[in-house]
Every structure is written in structure tokens, then in C-alpha cells.
């Protein structure tokens, strides 16, 4: 791993909720607090930036603290690192009256209440969370973030029946299962340690069944019979819950079933820079290209993972 992880180089993130503000209006509120709009957040204390990824994402110090600020406890802004805001932004959901969408892993919310704004509040947005505490924090977050559009169930993704009626209009999907959190930055002296051979082992016992679990959530998701789109993303740096994950989805019944191909890079964050990584991709550069990598210290973000399968009924699927 190269660069610095240390938290006090990512910029504080501030999301600004499409559902009750403008970011226009959050960075004039911000100007009449003593911010100015120029300079750069990682220097200065004083300076915010507009980010130039995400719309309504704003850039701050990393020692800057909002938690007095009275428009986090109104659901005005959410405090959401910047990769991410990636996996919803990738999927974009449509924002219709008839859009059905599910965010399979939703506690404790910030991508549901992303997902929530970017449909501006209509359509029908299931939110599924299994752990029941992490449900109740989830149920909190869609009030304080007024997202009228979500229907938030304590259940297993794995138990919801892709054939039942309720779910036959789900067109689009967002997966981010529980992974080993090894790209958060508070979290990444592990991989500095030096290990003895057990603690690989168990480790990579660890990983493999993380990423069993992980390719069961995303072979579930291909079952729902409408679904376009699916976005799968973690925030771990290890290939064994990413690419190789995405391999295998790939190869499985369910894709080629269902012809599900991985998106091409042009409709997956086209500007960002680190992409998949080619040794875990089979040698396709296509495929290493359509997905999106985030490296701690270097990208001024969590390490990340996001990956986007959609239908391709045209083609047979072979891997490309
Ligand atoms: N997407 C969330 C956000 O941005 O706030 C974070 C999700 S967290 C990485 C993964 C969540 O998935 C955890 O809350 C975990 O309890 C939940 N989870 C794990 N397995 C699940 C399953 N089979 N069905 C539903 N939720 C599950």
C-alpha cells in the first residue's frame, strides 16, 4: 500500500439531502458561517470546495466539526465519505412515480437516503436490514433525512421471495453487504502488521467466507425478474471480496441465465481514475476498466470497492 491512510487526509464530507436542500443554498449558509469557496479544505480551515464527482457533495477540513451543526440534526446534510456516495450514484435510479428499486444491506441508511434523493422521494425505494438495532438506527436516519419513498422491512435479502408480486417492477438494485471494512481508514493498521502464518490463514478463512456470502447476495439480486441493474460495491481493499467476487458472478448460472455482463466504464464513474484490478480479471482490461477501486490516503476517500452488472439481452454472456 502506498501513500498515507491516515484519517486527517481525507476532507471532511459533507452531503448536502436533495430531498430539503440545495447545495447552492448550503454553501451561501456556509459562506454567512465564515467559509469561503475557494482554497483548498486539506490546507485550509476556512475553505470548502464543491466535489467533482458527486453533485451535492461538499468538501472541509478534516478537523472541522458539525456536531453542533443544526442542519445534521435537521437532515439537511449527512456526514457520508465521498467513495461512498459512489455505489448509488452508479446505479441511478430513475425518479418516477412507477420506479421500483431495493437497497438489499440498507443500515444505517446513508446510501438508501442517497438512493432516496437522487428518485426525489417517488417511486417505491424497499430498504432491507436484517440486524434488528441496526434496522431501528436505519428507520431514524429515513425520518431525520425525510425519505417518504422508503419502505424499510427487518429481513433477511436472502428470505425475500424475487418471484413474489410485490417485487416484479424491481429494475434496479444496490448491494452493500456486510465485507471485512478493511478500507476504513480508522480500521487499516492491520494491513501495516506483520502476521504469523495462522493469522493468514485465519484471515483468508475470513475472507472467503465474506465473499461466499457476498456472491450468494449477488447470484439473489440476478433472480429478481425485472432487475436491470445491480450495483455491488464494499469497502474493503482485498480482491478476494471484489474482483474475484465479480468473477465468479460472472461465471455463475445466474448471470448467464439472466445475461447480466458488467457495465462498460462509461457509465460508471468514466473520470475516476482507479479502476479494477487487471491480474484479478482474467486479463480483460474491458472488464478491469468497468470497475471502480478507491486506495486509502491515495484518493482522499475509504478504500472502496464498485461494481455495476446489468442485463444484456443482445449478447451471450460470456465473460468479456
Ligand atoms: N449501505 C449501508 C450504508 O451505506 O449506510 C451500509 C451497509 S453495511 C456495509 C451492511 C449491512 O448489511 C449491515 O447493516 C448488515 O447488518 C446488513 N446485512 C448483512 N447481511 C444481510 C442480509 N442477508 N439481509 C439484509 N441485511 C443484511
Redesign the pocket.
Known amino acids: 500500500q502506498g501513500g498515507d491512510a491516515r484519517a486527517d487526509l481525507i476532507p471532511r464530507y459533507v452531503r448536502v439531502n436533495a430531498l430539503l436542500w440545495t447545495v447552492d443554498k448550503a454553501v451561501q449558509y456556509f459562506i454567512s458561517k465564515g467559509f469561503e469557496e475557494h482554497g483548498n479544505p486539506l490546507d485550509s480551515k476556512s475553505s470548502i470546495r464543491r466535489d467533482e464527482h458527486i453533485s451535492n457533495l461538499l468538501l472541509f477540513h478534516p478537523s472541522v466539526s458539525f456536531r453542533d451543526e443544526p442542519m445534521l440534526a435537521s437532515g439537511k446534510i449527512i456526514l457520508q465519505d465521498k467513495a ?1 456516495c459512489f455505489p448509488a450514484t452508479v446505479l441511478a435510479p430513475p425518479a418516477h412515480d412507477n420506479a421500483h428499486v431495493i ?10 437516503t442517497l438512493l432516496s434523493s437522487i428518485m426525489k422521494g417517488q417511486g417505491k425505494l424497499y430498504a ?4 434488528k438495532r ?1 434496522f431501528e438506527t436505519l428507520v431514524k436516519m429515513l425520518a431525520k433525512a425525510h425519505c417518504s419513498n422508503v419502505e424499510p422491512t427487518n ?4 428470505s425475500v421471495d424475487p418471484l413474489g408480486t410485490t417485487y416484479s417492477r424491481v429494475s434496479h438494485v ?1 448491494l ?4 471485512s471494512g478493511s478500507g476504513i481508514v480508522n480500521r487499516l493498521d492491520h494491513l501495516l502488521e506483520t502476521e504469523d502464518e495462522n493469522d493468514t490463514n485465519d484471515k483468508e478463512e475470513r475472507l472467503q467466507k465474506l465473499a461466499a ?1 457476498q456472491l450468494l ?1 449477488i447470484k439473489h439480486a440476478m433472480k429478481f425478474p425485472a432487475v436491470e441493474k445491480i450495483v455491488y460495491s464494499t ?1 474493503s481493499v482485498h480482491a478476494t471480496e471484489n474482483e474475484e467476487v465479480v468473477c465468479q458472478a460472472l461465471a455463475s448460472d445466474e448471470a448467464r441465465t439472466g445475461h447480466f455482463v458488467l457495465a462498460r466504464r462509461k457509465d460508471v464513474l468514466p473520470t475516476w481514475q482507479r479502476r479494477g484490478l487487471l491480474e484479478k480479471m482474467a486479463g480483460s482490461i474491458e472488464n478491469a476498466d468497468a470497475l471502480v477501486r478507491c486506495m486509502p490516503g491515495e484518493d482522499h476517500t475509504n478504500g472502496f470497492f464498485v461494481s455495476c452488472f446489468v442485463r444484456d439481452r443482445g449478447n451471450s454472456n460470456e465473460i468479456r
Open positions: 461512498s437497497d438489499a444491506t440498507a443500515a444505517p441508511g446513508n446510501k438508501t432491507f436490514e436484517r440486524d441496526r429481513t433477511d435479502f436472502l444496490l452493500d453487504p456486510s465485507c456470502f447476495m469497502c
